[in-house]
Every structure is written in C-alpha cells, then in structure tokens.
C-alpha cells in the first residue's frame, strides 16, 4: 500500500521477557533442543569468537564498500538510490537495508554460514543434514533503521508447510532494545501459518499483535539465535546512535523440494506476491 504508514503504534513490540541463552554451541543440552521445540527459538551466546565476528563484518562491509565489482544484490534505502553510486564510507553504508546472496562472493562469510560447530546443531535440531538456502545481511542504522513488522519467515519461502525451516540470526554488533534487536512470540511457531498482508511490509496484521507479550533477544557480537520459520518476530525501529548490523542464514533438511508460489500464498495470503524476507 502506498500511503501505509512507515512508523508502528509504540506498544506494538512489548517484551516482559529478555531471552536467556546457552553459552557456546558445546553448553547446548537436549532439553535445550525440546525448548526449543516447544518455544521456537534458542539462543547461543558467544557462538562466535571475536576473530570469526570481525572477519565476516570486514567481509560485509567490503561487499558494502564495492570492493567485489560482480556484487550488486544490495536493497538501498528510498530516498538514497539515487545517490547510491557517488555515496562513499559511513554514508554508503548507512543507505543499505539489506544485502543478499553473498556468500560465493567472500569467503569470510561463507565461512561463518558453514560453521562446523553451527551445522551441528542445526543437524540436531532437524533430524536431517541441513542446507542452506539463504544468505541475508540486515542493517539499522543509527537513529532511521527501520522496522522489520511481525511476520513469519515461512511465509516468504516456497516450501512445503512441513518443512523444519531454522533461521540463524547472527549479532555482528551488540543488538540492543534501542537499536532494534529481535523480538519473538515464545511458541507461537506452534499455532501454525498466520495470514500476512502488505501494510508497512509484507507483515502478520498489527491488530493481531498488539497487545502480545512477546521476548526481546538482544545479543553481544557472537551471540546468535536460532528460530522456527514459523515463529512470529520481528524488529522495531533503531532509536539509538548505535549501528545494528547482523547476519542471517535460512536452513531446511537437505533434498527438500520446492513448491508452487501460488500453494505458499493461499496458506499465508495473497499479497505476498513481491515480499522479500
């Protein structure tokens, strides 16, 4: 909708819960994975050691900077596209909202999407070798960051419904309350899809949020949650002076098949035709 308002009704994001996390890949137990079952999310603080987190953010910032001229899979803010190419430094990062795609354009990120100590885990929480399908790096800028609205990621994939879809969202920066961190609707994965309809994005209705408890997960650089795709979350608007830049990579069981975008958009609605998760 053109004329959706760009702004969120302020209780809409209301945590009473600040998400507690394991530390290290090696601390995760399986009652962790049965929590994780039944509350549709797990977060593994220090996932990634500093070395790991500075290598993949001077790999995203490379990519940022055009230092891969074959890279171009970058979403740009509105009113910068059309500065996007003179734009330099601090100001051409802070017009990107969302790289895509990356991995077989560096290796230092690739390498942190194919951590040994990550697949693991994925391996455990699937039940199946897992495959990655996606690569997503998301910025807030300080102060204008935008809202990511409450959705489901499942919403936006091709896949059949039963699919174990688990989202890693990896803290390059500390990813705090003001700057937008993740906030998740514990269990809500278990209700099933949710309709979705294109107001400020292409979003789970702000009507049927409001007034949800939901969990804030802020994270130290390192830090990384692991989700459900069908778990609904989202991140309000950077309100603070600070960047909030992260990874996220999507996983299903190897050798799933695709289906019709028609069969995904009669589950989750008709508007989603050009959402981009």
């Not at 909708?1 to 394991?22: C, F, Q, S, W």
């Not at 929590?35 to 603080?45: A, F, P």
């Not at 998301?138 to 989202?167: N, S």
Request: proline content about 8%.
């Amino acid at each position: 909708m053109e004329n959706a308002p760009t702004t969120h009704p302020p209780d809409l994001y209301n945590a009473r819960t600040i998400a507690k996390g394991v530390p290290g890949f090696e601390a995760v137990t399986d009652g962790d994975l049965a929590r994780y079952h039944d509350q549709g999310y797990l977060v593994v603080e220090g996932a990634f050691s500093e070395a790991e987190v500075g290598a993949a953010l001077q790999g995203l910032l490379d990519l940022i900077a055009g230092r891969h001229p074959t890279f171009d899979d970058f979403d740009i803010e509105a009113p910068a596209k059309a500065q996007w190419p003179m734009l330099q430094g601090e100001a051409r990062q802070d017009a990107v909202r969302k790289l895509m795609n990356f991995t077989p354009c560096d290796a230092r990120l690739h390498t942190i999407a194919e951590h040994p100590k990550l697949v693991a885990l994925l391996a455990r929480l699937m039940g199946a070798p897992p495959e990655r399908f996606q690569d997503m790096a998301l910025i807030k800028p300080p102060r204008i960051g935008r809202e990511k609205p409450w959705h489901q990621d499942c919403a936006y994939f091709d896949l059949p419904l039963d699919t174990k879809v688990v989202g890693v969202w990896i803290a390059l920066d500390a990813a705090t309350i003001e700057n937008g961190c993740m906030h998740v609707l514990a269990g809500g994965h278990r209700e099933g899809p949710r309709l979705h309809f294109q107001r400020r994005d292409w979003q789970i209705c702000d009507t049927e949020m409001l007034g949800k408890t939901s969990v804030a997960v802020p994270l130290k650089p390192g830090g990384c949650l692991l989700f459900d795709g069908l778990l609904p979350h989202g991140t309000p608007h950077n309100t603070s002076s600070l960047r909030r830049r992260a990874l996220q990579f999507h996983y299903r069981p190897a050798g799933v098949l695709p289906i019709a975008r028609e069969e995904r958009l009669a589950v989750f609605g008709g508007e989603g035709h050009h959402g981009s998760c």
